[in-house]
Each structure stands twice: as C-alpha cells, then as structure tokens.
C-alpha cells in the first residue's frame, strides 16, 4: 500500500512533505513532489487531504489484496468527498460531513 | 553538518498525543518556555494522523473512575498500577471537554449529552482530531514545535537529565538542547517483529511504524528503571488492511466465527489477549480461517461503517469498495498482529509514580512511553501529558537547569560523522532491520510461532540482537534521513533486548499470545503477582521483581 502522485498536476507547494509522518515525500529538483520511500507509507491519507491539486492518490498493494483502484479526497467546506476510482472503471464516492459524528 | 543549541525550561519529546497536551497544559500554568521536538511534523504525527472514530476511555454516566480501573486491572490479569490507573482515569472526562472546546465532534442527544457506546466509549468525528490538537498547540505563544527534528539521546548525568540530543533530518543540522525539565511522549515501539504484510505493505501495520521505541530506548541507556516488557501486545485486525475491528464487534455487534460459522469468542473468553489466542487456536485446530460476522447487518449499518473506517484506516473502506461487496454480504476475516511494545494499551514503559516522574531526576513520562497504566487510549494519553506537564512545571520551580558536558556533545557529534563518514558497511539498515524482525519473529514469540516462545529460543533470538547490535556500529547513512534509520533500528534492538529479558523473566503464562511461555505454560498466582522490571547496569538488564501496588496503595520512588 502506498501512494502515487501525479507530477503533471503537482505545484510544488510541499504540504505532503511537511505532513507525512514518515517524512517519505521529497520535492524534487522540478519542485515536485515524489515519495522517496514507496514501501514505507503508513496509509494514513494525510498527504492526499493536504494536496491543493488532489494529485495524490492511495492504493492497496498487490500483497494486501489491492486490485488496483485509486483514492483520493477532495474537501467542500465541511465536506470531504472520498472518490475511489476503481479498477474497472467505475467511480464511488462517499461525502462525510466533518460536522456529523460516527454512528458506531 | 551544522550545530545547534538551543535551552529551554521544559523539553518535550514527541509532539502526538500526550506530548501536544502537556504543552497546553504548561502554557496554561506557567510562563515557562517550552520546546517540542518531533520528528514528523506535528499536525499528523503519532498515533492519530488517519484519525481515530471513537474515545474509548470515558466515565459514563453512573460509572467511576474505579470502576475504569477495575476494568483494565482485569483485562491485564492483575498486573497494573492501580493508583496510576486511577489518576489517569479521574482526568478522562475533563481532557474529553477541552477537546470538545478545541472542536473535536462528539455525537450527543437531544440533551445534550454526549451518547455513549457501551460503558466507556463515546461516539466521535476524529478523522481531524490531530490536526485540531496540533493547531492548539501552535497558538501558545511560549511554546516552539522543531519539526522534522529527531531526539536521539538524552543528556543524563549522575541520574539527572539535562537535555537531548537530536538531528534536523531536513537541515542537516546536529542538535544540543538544554533543558530544566523533559517530557518524553514519544510511544511505543512498532517493528520489532516480522509484520503480517513482510513485503510491499510492510508499513501497513496497526500502531505508527514510525513510533520505533525511541523514547524506551534512550530511558534503557541512561539507566532508568522500566516495566512490563513482557507483556506484549496483540492487536486482531481485519486481515491485510490491518483496520481495527472494535467498530465491527462493538459498534454493530458483529461475533467472532470460525470457518464453520461457530461463534468461539466465548469459549476463550473476552480480554483482548484472549480474543487474540481464541483466533490463533480455532486456526491451529483447522477451524480457520476467522471472522468477524457482518453479513446481515442494514443497509444503514454498511453506509455508516464504510464512513466510519475512512475517518481512521481508510484501506479498509477500499478494501470494501474494491471487492464489490459490503460488509453485510460478506463477513470480515481477522488476524492477529505482530507483537508491538506499547504502554498504551498494556502495561509496558517507564516506571514511574503518580507524577509522571520516572526515575531520572527531571525526566517525566507520558503517553504510550509511560509504564503500568494501560487501557489509556487517546483520552488516557491526553491525561498523562496534562499530569506529567503539571509535574514539569512544579520540577522546574525547585530546579536549576545545568549545562550539559562537553564531552557527551562531542562523543554524539563524532558518532553522526561516523554513520555519514566513508561507506565502509557491507549491510545495509534495511538488511539489519529485516534480520532483527526475523529473530524476534522465529525465536520471540513472533506470528510464526503463534506467540510462543520457549527459554531456549529466547536465548538465541538475544544472541542474534547482540551481534546485530554489533554490526549496526558500522552502518553508513547518506543522509540525515537515512542516519533517523540508523537510530531507530539502534533503537529497536535496544528494546528488543528489554523485551526478550522480560519473558524470559516471568516464569508463567498470564496472558495468552502476549506472553506464551511453553516452559511454563499455566498462571502461577502464588509466585507471580509481581512487576517484572529492569535496568541496564554496566551494559547487563537487570532484572527487578516488584510487589504489586493495588487497594489504595500509591507507589512513589525513594531513591
């Protein structure tokens, strides 16, 4: 499990590599931002929700089971929109309201 | 490399949990200076950067603080402090308020109160709950955050602390800091053991895989008396996304099957290491594999749970979306964890009293780091780092800050030219890493043996930790970020050693799984209602059996 993040989009600002608890993400010499350590992500989503250009994407590795859809979170106010591209090319998406507590 | 010092009145190490609430908790009592280091960044450092979806440590209505007590007295079998249990558990309702001021989301009724699930949860939105800490702190006008920057060792002479020591592992810079006082809340240990995804997702583990032990680590060195070791612990887990599985047995109800559809939870009974060893069992028998049973929960129940898993492990939640089924069509399988080392939940840490204060002079302990409290969880910590920030205050009133030796400043600054010096290693930090998980995987009692561990083994797997111990004084970093990787496996040996020393010292088996000691594989009440505790004298763990403070008694250090 790890993430993927799109040079093209990327701008550079550097809030996933400030974020990530693991101080994995690097900005390059183009300023954009790669993961230096693909391997050692948690999975904690942090960059993905700091990312102004939503060009951080998270995926299950083959060995837990990933088939290959991608994640990422775009906010709306006290919406955070979960949208999983998945693998056949279907789209699901979940809002939660920051505001609105878990039932269980 | 640069040098930096820096004094301060209060060193806080690790900005999570419980070291963001000492901060607020001094900044509010006193006009003392305050710095934190934290080697991430603290807005989502620690335990909580994915979130948490529930406080699992609340006195409800009609319940006491003893009554909390009680509860994880029993599910350690005995082995707790009593009165730190009680001082923690007193303090949970109030650090709950304060988060709910800070802007954490709990669900209420139409009272207004807070609806609670079972006899100590609350129902919460915590997918932000470390930011919202994180930006509290950030407002105190005498506290400073140094991020990205790792503490590597404390400043201790004659028993006294006097500072840390540390490196900016985004600016290259080789830290000095002095301080009156230090907290230290840097958690648990992770990745000590082979974990259940070795591969690709090895970091898709259940507590931070950046929590390395540091904390633990620097106390064993510097000669500071810790407990409980043994007393691992063993998360059951959705299996491969190592999501937590209270929200499905607590929140929904879900059961605990075997491949038969039998529900055996209750044949081994409910603590947490029994639920674990129930699963381990039911698989050796061949009942495997386990579950958690989902299907025929509502529509309603599915909706919630896939929203409730992305506001903390969202890997679950995809996991779902990508099987094209939801939990109500197909119930979820269940693992148990490596073992980690985590005071948060069992007993193991820092021996300290009811002040947080361990046994180094001007060292106090909070958190996952801190020993003989366990059951903390998220409101527990907080109510740690708000004792142990009290303490600091009241130890810096009475106490001159003093200079820290040269001689330890030069002896930590050649040892980093070292590790960045010529390459002449022919291991890597990850070739090591890996061995270590290895040993402690084959012969401590890791997944490959279901837990279990015999004298024997234990013997071999310190061995093996010692000549790696041996071989990490050779490793070359690159760069900073590879020299924090250095540290940290240094880290995680020293621990390793602490924890192999401690099962082999507990002569019974009191908690399945945790502990498993086939030499001696029943409870021995008569002999062993003790703390097993230890220090490191002239490079040995010594081992020290204590009595056990419970009924009222308070325990406070006399040396």
């Not at chain 1, 790669?34 to 102004?52: A, L, R, V």
């Not at chain 2, 047995?249 to 939870?265: H, M, R």
């Amino acid at each position: 499990m790890s993430i993927l993040i799109d040079r093209t989009k990327c701008v550079g600002c550097g809030k996933c590599h400030d974020v990530c608890p693991g101080t994995l993400i690097k900005i390059d010499a183009d300023k954009k931002a790669y993961i230096k350590y693909p391997k050692d992500c948690w999975g904690c989503t942090s960059c993905i929700k700091e990312c102004p250009v939503y060009a951080i994407k998270f995926y299950l590795g083959a060995d837990m089971g990933g088939r290959g859809s991608l994640v990422h979170t775009e906010k709306d106010g006290d919406i955070i929109r979960w949208i999983t591209e998945r693998f056949d090319g279907e789209t699901v998406e979940i809002k939660i309201n920051q505001k609105e507590s878990n039932k269980y | 490399m640069k040098t930096e010092r820096i004094r301060t009145d209060i060193l806080i190490i690790g900005g999570g949990t419980a070291g963001c609430y000492a901060a607020m908790t001094i900044a509010e009592h006193s006009d003392a200076m305050v710095l934190i280091c934290e080697k991430a960044h603290i807005k989502r450092s620690g335990c909580l950067a994915a979130g948490v979806n529930a406080l699992n440590a609340y006195i409800t209505e009609g319940r006491t603080p003893q009554d909390y007590v009680d509860y994880a007295k029993k599910d350690a079998d005995g082995i707790v402090r009593e009165d730190l249990l009680l001082t923690m558990s007193e303090r949970l309702n109030s650090v709950t308020e304060k988060l709910e001021q800070l802007g954490l989301v709990i669900l209420k009724d139409e009272n207004g109160k807070y609806v609670t699930r079972g006899n100590r949860n609350l129902k919460i939105n915590g997918e932000n709950i470390k930011p919202i800490l994180a930006a509290a702190v950030e407002k105190l006008p005498n506290v400073t955050v140094l991020n990205h920057v790792n503490i590597t060792d404390f400043a201790v002479s004659e028993n006294r602390i006097k500072g840390a020591f540390g490196i900016g592992i985004e600016n290259d810079t080789f830290y000095i800091i002095e301080a009156n006082a230090v907290i230290v809340a840097t958690g648990g240990a992770a990745g000590l053991y082979k974990p259940n995804n070795p591969g690709f997702s090895r970091h898709k583990m259940w507590y931070p895989p950046f929590n390395t032990g540091a904390g633990y680590a620097m106390g064993i060195r510097a000669g500071a008396e810790m407990t409980t070791f043994e007393m691992r612990f063993i998360a059951l887990r959705c299996k491969d996304t190592i999501a937590p599985t209270g929200t499905l047995a607590q929140g929904v109800g879900a059961k605990q099957i075997n491949s038969l559809g039998e529900v055996y939870e209750t044949k081994y009974g409910l603590t947490t290491s029994e639920r674990v060893y129930g699963t381990v069992n039911e698989n050796l028998e061949g009942r495997g594999p386990c579950y958690l049973r989902t299907e025929s929960i509502t529509e309603e129940q599915n909706e919630s749970l896939m929203k409730a898993y992305l506001n903390m492990a969202p890997s679950q939640t995809l996991k779902w979306i990508e099987s094209g089924k939801k939990p109500s069509e197909q119930n979820v399988e269940i693992e148990g964890t490596e073992p980690y080392i985590i005071g948060g939940h069992t007993a193991s840490g820092y021996w300290v009293d009811t002040n947080r204060a361990t046994t180094i002079k001007g060292l106090f302990a909070g958190g996952d780091v801190a020993g003989g409290c366990p059951q903390k969880y998220v409101t527990g910590a907080l109510a740690e780092g708000e004792i142990a920030g009290f303490s600091a205050v009241e130890f810096i009133k009475q106490n001159n800050s003093e200079e820290i030796d040269e001689e330890a400043v030069r002896s930590h600054a050649e040892e980093i030219e070292r590790f960045l010096g010529e390459d002449k290693s022919q291991f890597t930090t990850e070739q090591l890493e890996e061995a270590m998980q290895t040993v402690m995987d084959s012969y401590a009692g890791g997944i490959r043996t279901n837990y279990r561990f015999n004298e024997k083994q234990l013997d071999i797997a310190d061995e093996k930790i010692v000549q790696l111990e041996k071989l990490s004084e050779n490793l070359h970093a690159d760069d900073f970020q590879e020299l924090m990787y250095i540290y940290e496996l240094r880290e995680r040996l020293t621990v390793c050693r602490s924890v192999i020393a401690h099962l082999k010292a507990r002569h019974e088996t009191r908690w399945h799984s945790f502990a498993e000691n086939l030499d001696y594989p029943e409870k021995d009440d008569v002999n062993w209602r003790k703390y097993v505790n230890s220090r490191l004298e002239n490079g040995e763990i010594k081992i020290i059996l204590r009595d056990l403070t419970e009924g009222g008694q308070t325990y406070e250090h006399f040396n």
